[in-house]
């Protein structure tokens, strides 16, 4: 419960990775320390959450393992309060 309020309270992004090295770029972001959940595969692309942390240090790792990554739906109250402003 406390793990859900610290991620809404920084917010989260689902992603979309696409590209050639799907495994490299999963074995690139566990090597990195960045936490990914809910991994799912849909026909040619994984989709995952990510905090926005992590995903700000993803660059040169999709770079690295030639992929493509997508946002797909973002989270949390950083991105609440940026709409209901």
């Not at 495994?23 to 926005?52: K, P, T």
């Amino acid at each position: 419960m406390v793990l859900k309020l610290l991620l809404y309270r920084k917010g989260m992004l689902r992603i979309s990775v696409t590209g050639e090295s799907y495994d490299r770029f999963l074995n690139l972001c566990a090597n990195h320390g960045i936490a990914l959940w809910n991994l799912e595969y849909h026909g040619n692309a994984y989709e995952m959450d990510i905090s926005v942390q992590g995903f700000r240090m993803l660059r040169p790792l999709v770079k690295k393992s030639r992929t493509r990554v997508r946002i797909i739906r973002r989270q949390g109250w950083r991105h609440e309060r940026y709409i209901f402003r």
